[in-house]
């Protein structure tokens, strides 16, 4: 009995220093779905294959509630380790995530080896506030130009020379609309907040500015709001290129539709769809080229008062390999990484992806010419309350200047509030 | 003429079941067309190649076998505890006299009128706070203990006759006694209704699960559509192929237990005070 | 089952009070496993919920008491009004279609003198979307709407009609949820009223007939007081049902387009998980909450069905 009791004690000591050096659990919690979700599982496992000693937890795909869950999870003292922050929700998060470089345990990001230098600065610069570094990116994406080339042809255009101008995006419409198909659909599937960013990108281009720098009252109820409206509007409307709810997706892998803006997730679909399509940045409708386009970065939630250091540094190991391994992150989902070192590896340069659409992606965002959402403490508020009205006009429910007003009033009204 | 009466009269039924079967009919008829086919422009009704290609990749790209037995876990462990927990709550409510029965039974009562949209952010703490979060478990708990079981059971427990009760009394059978032998014995039709309606009930529910369920992998069928549908809305192939397999086990089921499913109804319903 | 004249026969006097003694703690013994599934996961929460509300919400920076203003603010808030407004229209359209097309059907039929087969497949199909989950319901009714490949647009293209955009159209979008809803809740309410109508004693009608009193009437004079439970039953249900209504609109509009179908259930989601204003929403909640219950106590009270709750 007693020999037995040994040798449990004897066990019981072996697998307590066994698991402490297994004690390492991350949990890296993301909103991405489908084949982004592929991608960040792809790249995990090869952590996981590199680091043993990491338990790493990944969990996906519920991208609906992801930032009130996120809080709530920090709130509960249950938040994962590692996690996702589109750059626009930074003000939004901020009470909620670990400043990397004054954490707890230290600077996370000399501690873990990240150098800031690897990626662009104004990217970088992105997820600072405060004087505190609380982001580390891990790619920018946006809205390209696709065009079926098939249609291109039958409506006597050259399906090499997609319309970069406004004058030859017109002609390049009406001769569409001429040979019978759908011209052109500016929000991949017309859902409210993509007709918002519609218009965002006719307004940008006309050099116009949503909010002002201390975001006091809104200033896009103007001339130039008005005409960009319009111009979206009478897309669906008086111009005939497309159908008040019409879905650009759905057109356009049904081979029904001429051009459409949509995000650079839209590769995978049009390379399954046998649509023979072309990618082209957004054309310069109204001045400069604008395009919309958001970042995905890596945040640290907050993390319960008593955290050891291994897993601050567990979870910065990560973060440090993802953005190493981001090519895979790029070839898979289309969104162009952030470190500057992942975008030189071959396999990426050699992939479909990069040689049909990507380069040319990357190519707006090193011009600076993809704009981020609106960074606020209510961002999301304020985004609804101005797509609500621009969905309305879209439809016809009201005029894009009664659209305007309303959007504007609903903003400084949240905007006064507390 | 009366032949001719009655092919009208059936007719009119024919005619107006296929209009309320029409939706679905939609649904599964789109299910097996093919990607061409559904996104060809003028539309058709029956597919000229009938295809199981979404079907497949429904099965490999989500992990719907697991949202089916999530689904099949949750709804057969709420029904079991909430039969057991409703039971032995009703018939303290029903054959038993303490003080303050009535005016608790009337909170209950009173409680069935509560949405839940009200306590979500707090169940969301409780369940974190009793390591219940993204567990079936912590899905389920919220959904047990639904007032409208105890008001069905006590409705049938009190139309039980005494005199059955009391002769067991005499008899020197205890309260649980009572209950073994003379209340469940005759109360199976009104146990299974209720089964019915909370399997049912727990099936379907989709604002709890949709909160407490957070790895795709665990979560329950009706959250998981709404996940194939967020994901890419565009794919009407799959999501009709997710929607149709969706409804398949619930409607084998009726098949098979029809007429059982329907008396239940009828049953658990047609209690009068 | 069990036999007699076993034991005692006449319990003593003594034996009779520790009965009683015990059957006190008995009762409450049987209630427990219930109340304390109860007490956690309805009542508690739900009070935490309304002492939610009185807060401004935010445990990082601190949470502050500030009593009513959140409700002050809900009804200050046109977004608010508009889904109260939405919540009440889509009630309306709910509610007694849902109960009319049921009573419709269960009376059809009861009073079916047609092929047997025919009427048993009837009530099965009339029933059977109610076993779909509202994900399904959904996705088939938007299917069904869509507006480029959907059935119902092609048929107004092939016969020419000017068809409104459904469910992209502000005034068509809440009525066509509606419609799905009543599609998915008419076949419970229609066995519950079945079950009713079995009930009627079968000689009422027969003397009805010999009296030559015609449907109307004896729908009016027989069928409906006979059957007020089944209505009231039916009544609560479809009420507390149509104001909790939250799955299909999130998955049919998103609330959309604009704001035309955005009912209150939602209004509290995206206040809870999209704006993270907690105790906004925790107000909007205790606001459905207080709806359902006076809405459901009158419609209870004008059916003068209020014996039948006892």
């Known amino acids: ?418 | 003429m009366k032949t001719i009466k009655s092919m009208i009269q059936n007719g009119w039924l024919i005619i107006m079941i296929l209009l309320w079967v029409f939706p679905s009919a939609w649904v599964a008829l789109t299910a097996f067309k093919s990607i061409q086919e559904i996104f060809t422009i003028p539309i058709t009704i029956f597919p000229s190649r009938p295809t199981l290609y979404h079907f497949e990749r429904l099965f490999s790209t989500w992990p719907f076998n697991r949202w089916l037995l999530n689904s099949l876990f949750l709804a057969s462990f709420v029904t079991v505890i909430s039969l057991m927990v409703c039971t032995l709550a009703a018939y303290s409510f029903a054959r038993l006299n303490w003080r303050g029965r009535d005016v608790l039974f009337l909170i209950i009562l009173a409680s069935m009128f509560l949405p839940m949209e009200v306590s979500i952010v707090p169940l969301y703490f409780m369940t974190i706070h009793f390591k219940l979060f993204n567990t079936l478990y912590g899905a389920a708990l919220p959904i047990i203990p639904l007032p409208i079981g105890v008001f069905l059971l006590r409705q049938f427990f009190l139309n039980i006759p005494k005199d059955l009760e009391d002769a067991a009394r005499i008899d020197g059978c205890s309260s649980w006694g009572v209950l073994r032998h003379v209340i469940l014995p005759n109360s199976l039709p009104v146990l299974a209704a209720y089964g019915v309606y909370i399997f049912n009930y727990a099936w379907n529910e989709f604002l709890w699960s949709l909160i407490c369920l957070r790895d795709p992998k665990k979560v329950t069928l009706p959250v998981g559509l709404r996940l194939i549908q967020g994901a890419f809305e565009l794919d009407y192939g799959l999501i009709n192929a997710a929607a149709f397999m969706a409804s398949i086990p619930t409607l084998l089921v009726f098949i098979i237990l029809r007429r059982h499913i329907i008396r239940g109804i009828a049953l658990s319903s047609g209690i009068k005070g | 089952m069990f036999r007699w004249g076993r034991g005692n026969l006449a319990p003593s006097i003594l034996a009779m009070r520790s009965f009683l003694r015990r059957r006190e703690w008995e009762g409450w013994l049987y209630i427990l496993p219930y109340l304390l599934l109860w007490g956690t996961f309805i009542a508690w929460p739900v009070g935490y919920g309304i002492y939610l509300s009185l807060f401004d919400w935010n445990p990082i920076r601190g949470s502050r008491y500030v009593g009513l203003a959140n409700y002050v603010a809900l009804f200050d808030d046109e977004r608010f009004l508009n889904a109260l407004t939405n919540t009440f229209k889509f009630v309306t359209m709910v509610v007694p279609l849902t109960l009319t097309v049921a009573l419709t059907f269960a009376l059809l039929l009861w009073f079916w003198r047609g092929s047997k087969i025919l009427s048993n497949l009837a009530q099965a199909v009339f029933f059977s979307p109610y076993l779909l989950t509202v994900s399904v319901i959904a996705i088939t009714w938007r299917w069904f709407f869509d507006p480029d490949f959907g059935i119902v647009t092609a048929f107004c293209k092939t016969f020419h009609l000017a068809c409104p955009k459904f469910l992209a159209d502000p005034l068509w979008a809440l009525p066509i949820i509606a419609f799905a809803t009543v599609w998915w809740l008419v076949g419970y309410r229609m066995i519950v009223f079945q079950a009713a109508l079995g009930d009627i004693p079968q000689e009422l009608f027969e003397v009805a007939k010999i009296d030559g009193v015609p449907f109307c009437q004896q729908f009016i004079r027989i069928i409906l007081p006979l059957i007020k439970p089944s209505l009231l039953f039916s009544l609560v249900l479809t009420l507390i049902s149509a104001f909790r209504t939250f799955g299909q609109v999130l998955m049919m509009t998103g609330g959309g387009p604009g704001r035309a179908s955005e009912v209150l259930a939602l209004y509290l989601y995206w206040n809870a998980f999209e704006y993270f204003r907690i105790g906004r929403a925790a107000a909007a909640g205790v606001v459905l909450l207080g709806l359902t219950l006076v809405l459901t106590l009158l419609g209870v009270k004008l059916l003068g069905l209020k014996s039948e709750l006892q």
């Not at chain 1, 659409?357 to 961002?379: A, T």
């Open chain 1, 1 to 418: 009995m007693k020999r037995l009791g040994v040798l449990f004690a004897v066990f019981l000591g072996l697998g307590w220093f066994w698991g402490l050096a297994q004690s390492v659990k991350i949990e890296f919690n993301t909103l991405f779905h489908e084949a982004d979700a592929k991608a960040m599982e792809d790249i995990v496992n090869l952590f996981r294959a590199a680091h043993p000693e990491i338990q790493v937890e990944l969990v996906q795909g519920r991208w609906e509630q992801y930032y009130a869950e996120l809080r709530l999870a920090v709130i509960a003292k249950n938040p994962p380790q590692l996690g996702i922050c589109h750059v626009n929700r930074l003000m939004e998060m901020v009470d909620y995530l670990t400043p990397l470089d004054a954490s707890p345990v230290g600077n996370l990001l000399e501690l873990a080896g990240i150098d800031p230098s690897l990626f662009p600065e104004a990217t970088w610069k992105a997820g600072q506030i405060n004087g505190h570094q609380y982001l580390i990116p891990l790619d920018t994406h946006g809205w390209g130009l696709w065009y079926n080339k098939d249609i291109f042809v039958a409506a006597g255009l050259d399906p090499n020379k997609p319309p970069q101008t406004y004058d030859e995006f017109i002609a390049a419409c009406e001769a569409i609309k001429k040979a019978g198909f759908y011209a052109f659909h500016p929000a991949e599937d017309a859902l409210p907040r993509k007709l918002r960013r519609a218009w965002e990108i006719f307004y940008y281009q006309m050099g116009g500015e949503l909010f002002d720098p201390a975001f006091t009252k809104a200033t896009f109820n103007n001339e130039k709001g008005l005409k960009a409206l319009e111009f979206l509007v009478n897309i669906f409307n008086a111009y005939g290129w497309n159908v008040v709810g019409g879905n650009g997706y759905a057109q356009f892998t049904a081979g029904q539709l001429g051009m459409l803006f949509a995000g650079n997730w839209f590769y995978p679909t049009a390379k399954q769809s046998g649509v023979n399509f072309g990618y082209a940045p957004v054309p310069n409708l109204f001045g400069i080229p604008y395009t919309w386009g958001a970042s995905h970065q890596l945040c640290v939630p907050l993390q319960p008062a008593d955290t050891p250091k291994e897993v601050y540094l567990g979870a910065m190991k990560l973060a440090r390999f993802i953005t190493e391994n981001a090519y895979i992150w790029t070839m898979s989902g289309g969104h162009i990484a952030a470190n500057k070192e992942a975008l030189k590896d071959p396999r990426l340069l050699e992939s479909d992806y990069w040689k049909e659409s990507g380069h040319i992606l990357n190519d707006m965002i090193q011009k600076g010419l993809v704009r981020f959402p609106i960074n606020h403490p209510r961002g999301s508020q304020l985004e609804n309350a101005i797509e609500t009205y621009i969905q309305l006009a879209v439809v016809g429910q009201i005029s894009p200047a009664e659209a305007l007003a309303k959007a504007e009033a609903e903003c400084n009204k949240i905007l006064s509030e507390k």
